[in-house]
């Protein structure tokens, strides 16, 4: 055989060799990717199972909150009417009737009236005693009514005067005994014997 | 002769570095899919057990009906108790 063709066949052999590592490298990844695809379609898989049901349950959720937000809806604007309901939600929460209520689309039409031109003082101080109310936190008006981290006397302020005035020295409690400085019932009778038994 | 000394360099200057190129390039590339799908395959693994929470949803549903239940009581209740508002 003449040099050139043992060249030849040495260099076939040589390419042979290099598609024989390759391709088995090759298939070799190829196997690692179909065993991650095969975890990753399990994967999914169990997603696809556990969302199923999630689109029916949020939506059953998402019915029964509307049908209680109309509920409330409805009762406050049936109780207060609904530009006075306006007010009493700006009042209590600054900004939320611009969007209206949901219910009644010309709410959001309206201006709403500032809550102390709606109801009674009382009502609106209740409004601010309102542990989440934010009116209670920041009142335009002057300082808030309630401390609303420890405060509990300051209640009292807000009835009229005349409930508030108490004696500045209440009597003291009488004192009783052997030892107290007066006695009362100071009968001579009390302690000796009976004038007459009882029954007789 | 000559012919054949020319076929055997063309085959080991061109042909095998053109070989062993292609053949690295697609090694190459599928060596780097691995990774990518074990990323994938442990984000969906991670995914599927954030979900183990959505069967608690059927008790929220529950306790959202309930709600929505004792509110609307309540609101029947306060519907009798209170005046409706005057007509404008």
Redesign the interface.
Known sequence: MPAAGVVLLATVVLIVLALVYYLVSTILALREITNGLDDVIAGVGEILEKSAPVNAVVNDINANLDAGVDLLEGLLVKKAGLHDALGLVDGLYPGAAAAGFRRFPESATITPPRIGEVYTKGTLTLARLGREAPIALANPAGPVLRNVEGGSLAARLLYPEGRQERPENLPRSPVIGADAPTQYEQREDVGQPRKRLPGR | ?TL??I??VM??VV??PV??YL??G??TT??S??PS??R??T???A??KD??A??L??T??DQ??Q??AG??NY?GS??VI?????E?
């Open positions: 002769m054949w000394w076929g055997d085959l080991l042909v095998v070989v062993v053949l690295n697609v090694l599928a060596r899919i691995v799908v074990r994938i395959a984000v969906a693994q995914g599927s979900l183990d959505t069967a949803l059927l929220t549903q959202v009906a709600t929505v509110v609307a609101g306060l519907d209170l005046d409706d508002a005057e404008a």
